[in-house]
């Protein structure tokens, strides 16, 4: 079915990435997952070939591309796997922090080589004492001199290990009542004396995106550093959660087209009592439940992404998307890998990797918990 936001140059472009993935990550994608990390080779390549940050400005060595592009792009990585989603987070979560709060001095640091794939970016809110609750984040960045001194710790950063730099949300006002409004953001670039990265962490599932603690001991950053205005970067963030947790959904969806269509297969050439598992009425309900489930949530995330890229203020429906796909990509998972029999939970068949990897879908970028309340607040309760 034709989509309303896509055009004939963005199929086309489709195309050039799907072909650069088929040649460049599906063959490495287990070594990546061994290794817990996509290279930085991969990285430069995609971007010496327009995959990062196209929405950039020419200037930056963009293209001003539209949203469109970064929707083909994170559906795309999706259908490779959910693993090198460290590459979407860059793109469209954290670059465009620096693109719209930077100051020209700063897009002109970092903003070309995050293009070109010299530089991989990642954001540190979560703290090991908090994640749901931003607001009481204990890392803090006093004022010294021309600089910060910032200490602190940060837990499960996305792309937290190859990192070149990183917008640490931090409070800059310990003591602001109410406490977001102590909250700022500064990037804490690789080599700054005080900053070090702990170990790759071992997780359930999304094995190549590399996930890192991250350490700050006497950081010293520079103040050039800070991220629009002291005190606003609470703001910022509830600004940018829109588009990141709309990323979600799209991967989530992405993901659950995946998982039927691997499934459909599956069932068409498995057979028991003489003939193949299609023929069960069981197999066939329930691929059809998941099948109206999955347009069901297209139609909407549709909806919302020709409404992201009108400007308008959709958080509240994009928090219901967000919860509705995670949860729903879940649930395909299990039901797939209930199909797939005992050959679902073997490595080899790529269901059982679809299916560890959707699990954190309810759990990150605000855990669905989190989007429930967003809703019922919006709601008046
Ligand atoms: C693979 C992975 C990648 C991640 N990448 C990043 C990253 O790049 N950057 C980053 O900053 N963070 C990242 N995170 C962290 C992630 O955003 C947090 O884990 C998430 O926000 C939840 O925080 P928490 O783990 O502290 O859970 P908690 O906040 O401790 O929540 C525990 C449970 O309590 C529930 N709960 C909490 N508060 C409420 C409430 N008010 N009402 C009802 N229930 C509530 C939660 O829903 C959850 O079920 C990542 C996490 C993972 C697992």
Redesign the pocket.
Known sequence: MGKPYLKEEHEIFRKSFRKFLELNAAPYFEEWEQAKQVPKSFWKLAGEQGFLCPWADEKYGGYNADFAYSVVITEELDKIGAGIGGIG?HNDIVMPYIDEFGTEEQKQRWLPKAVSGDMIS?????EPG????LAAIQTTARKAGNHYVVNGE?T?????YSTNFVIV?CKTDPNAQPAHKGVSLLVVEEGTPGFKKGKKLR?VG?HA?D?SELIFEDAIVPQENLLGEEGMGFYYLMKKLQQERLMLAIGSLTGSKHMLEITLDYVKQRTAFGKPISKFQNTQFKMAEMATNIRIGETFVDRLIVDHMDKKNIVNEVAMAKWWMTDLAKRVAAECMQLHGGYGYMEEYEIARRYRDVA?GT????????MK?IIAKNMGL
């Open positions: 987070l990642a954001i540190a809110m979560t908090t994640g749901s609750d940060k499960f950063i996305t792309n937290g949300v997780k999304q995106n996930t954190v759990i990150y970028a605000g855990t669905n918990e989190i309340q």
